[in-house]
């Protein structure tokens, strides 16, 4: 178990432990100060006292995804990490992986929470951003699958996020349907609902939806799709098997965008913005993987539709 001014010994250096910052299921997030004058760091251990709980093939895999997650940030180029945490260093500590990666602000949840629906022009350039980022992962050879506000890091300096957390990603070279991951509330259809023959056959275009789930909870000030609540709720209560009630309850897969989803996301939204943005919601939204846009400049061509304001004389009256 982590405690404050525990020494943490890396391949670059010694980082002391100073507070916890963060959590997850297996992981916890300290603040932590680096190698004499390199400033303070996010330090990522993996949570010793749950890996003790749980099974050995449990533990195997929080030691494989959090080895993933640094041999993936390992691979990027120096001008890759505009809008994706920096790893800064690796090593291990007490026979589990532990990363050292830039500190930044909150988290795209928090900052909605304490300060409500940004600007749409700033919602606009982070969903640029977000899209760049996927676009680089996708480019690496990944599939993303955990994109949700938690994992949206704010650079308070330089105005922009950044993707943060790449445990659950999956090679896109393999097309077999592999195990549950990610957050319930925030998956594609075929990341929350298992394939006929098993397993989920999730792609690059299963991010896509979760930036559209994205997109309507900023542009609302932080509330959920209809149908993520939905299958947020049925994980919590019965897991994986959730998805199974869900279908039944609707005959089949629930519409993934309601009308009074969309009489929602609309009123907040400027006049002039609406149809644009309407328009690039629901192709980011839609049911079926092969329906969604093609690729990052599809949905750029998509964002560009989308003024970021009212001209203002419109405004004015």
Not at 62 to 76: D, V
Not at 128 to 145: D, E, F, P, S, T
């Amino acid at each position: 178990m982590a405690h404050i001014d525990d020494i943490v010994t890396l391949e670059l250096g010694q980082y002391r432990l100073r507070e916890q910052i963060g959590a997850s299921a297996y992981g916890l997030v300290w603040r932590a100060s680096g190698p004499f004058g390199s400033g303070d760091v996010a330090l990522k251990l993996v949570n010793a006292t749950q890996m003790a709980l749980a099974q050995p093939a449990l533990r195997s895999r929080w030691i494989a995804s959090a080895q993933a997650e640094i041999a993936f940030l390992q691979t990027l180029e120096p001008w890759d990490e505009c809008h994706i945490v920096r790893l800064l260093d690796s090593g291990m500590h007490q026979d589990l992986p532990v990363q050292a990666l830039e500190l930044l602000g909150d988290d795209l949840g928090r900052h909605v929470a304490a300060h409500g629906a940004p600007p749409l022009a700033q919602v606009l350039a982070w969903l640029r951003q977000l899209n760049q980022a996927l676009a680089k992962v996708h480019q690496y050879g990944w599939r993303y699958l955990d994109l949700k506000p938690a994992n949206v890091l704010l650079d308070p300096w330089l105005r922009r996020v950044k993707l943060a957390d790449f445990g659950t990603s999956r090679r896109l070279a393999s097309s077999e349907a592999h195990s549950y991951c990610g957050t319930a509330q925030w998956q594609a259809p075929e990341q929350f609902f298992p394939a006929a023959g098993g397993g989920y056959a999730t792609a690059a275009r299963s991010d896509y939806f979760a930036l559209g789930a994205l997109f309507y909870f900023m542009v609302t000030g932080g509330a959920s799709l209809a149908y993520c609540a939905e299958c947020g709720a049925a994980y919590r209560a019965r897991l994986a098997d959730g998805a199974a009630e869900v279908l039944a309850r609707h005959g089949g897969l629930p519409p993934t965008l309601q009308p009074d989803d969309e009489e929602r996301f609309a009123a907040a939204l400027p006049g002039l913005a609406r149809a644009g943005a309407l328009a690039l919601l629901r192709a980011l939204l839609a049911p079926h993987a092969d329906d969604r846009p093609r690729n990052a400049l599809h949905i750029s061509r998509l964002l560009d539709a989308v003024p970021a304001q009212d001209e203002p004389c419109l405004r004015a009256a």
